[in-house]
């Protein structure tokens, strides 16, 4: 069975150009949503084996959302994302509770794969 996503970001476009992009290599992208609540909502619902989540959402912080997601036995693998690099991040990506950070640029890299696990771990 494919592992499942759920795509967090605010722009219509690249939530589509990853849900693409993750499907072509295996995945399968069980939802997007375009900010904190609904992806909060999304996650629930689906408990989708992994999250690519935005850095920046208009309603939250994506590494604060990453605190967020998961509980009650649940815990997906949380891969952050932004147009920034890491080192203007800081640390607390790594204290976040997401597993790495990918840049927006390289969302197709095996960096990406490697962090959301195998397309065929679900």
């Known amino acids: 069975m494919p592992r499942t996503v759920l795509v967090v970001d605010d722009s219509k476009p690249f939530r589509e150009t990853a849900r693409a992009l993750l499907e072509a290599h295996g995945y399968d992208v069980v939802g997007v949503a375009a900010d904190g609540a609904a992806a909060l909502a999304a996650a629930r619902a689906l408990r989708p084996g992994a999250v690519l989540l935005d850095v ?28 920034l690099d890491a080192a203007s991040l800081g640390p607390s990506i790594e204290s976040c509770g997401a597993r790495g950070f990918v840049p927006k640029a390289e969302l197709g890299s095996a960096r990406l794969i490697e962090l959301l696990g195998p397309p065929d771990a679900d």
């Open 56 to 83: 920046n959402l208009p309603d939250t912080d994506g590494r604060t959302l990453a605190g967020q997601l998961g509980g009650d036995g649940y815990a997906p693998a949380v891969v952050l994302f932004s147009t």
